[in-house]
């Protein structure tokens, strides 16, 4: 499964971004994707998943009621729309695939993709 990712850029605080990753390969096997940050001396963290099986989602604490996560399954691509940035919110934001796939022992494993990551930078 390879990830690529699109948006992100500069944004005064209080304003929006939106940024969306599209998954190719083999898509069917993928049991959930989100977003991942990570900030300058900080450790990367799940900022919104959703999952492929019913699209339920998950979001920390620190986005909530501000990000919305969301998916285009003909598109397999996903969607991360940010409302009310913050400055506390730059940071390198990652796409993420959780997939299926056989190991070299023939067993099922899951694996994860990473995107390259793209930049937001939130001025206050």
């Known amino acids: 499964v390879q990830l690529v990712e699109s948006g992100g850029g500069v944004v005064h605080a209080g304003g929006s971004l939106s940024l969306s990753c599209a998954a190719s390969?083999?898509?069917?096997?993928?049991?959930?994707m989100g977003w991942y940050r990570q900030a300058p001396g900080k450790q990367r963290e799940l900022v919104a998943s959703?999952?492929?099986?019913?699209?339920?989602?998950n979001y920390a604490d620190s986005v909530k009621g501000r990000f919305s996560i969301s998916r285009d399954n003909a598109k397999n691509t996903i969607y991360l729309q940010m409302n009310s940035l913050k400055p506390e919110d730059t940071a390198v934001y990652y796409c993420?695939?959780?997939?299926?796939?056989?190991?070299?022992?023939?067993?099922?494993?899951?694996?994860?993709?990473w995107g390259q990551g793209t930049q937001v930078t939130v001025s206050s």
């Open positions: 959703i999952s492929s099986a019913d699209g339920s989602t």
């Open positions: 390969g083999s898509t069917f096997s993928i049991h959930n």
């Open positions: 993420n695939a959780v997939y299926d796939s056989l190991g070299y022992d023939g067993n099922s494993y899951r694996f994860p993709s």
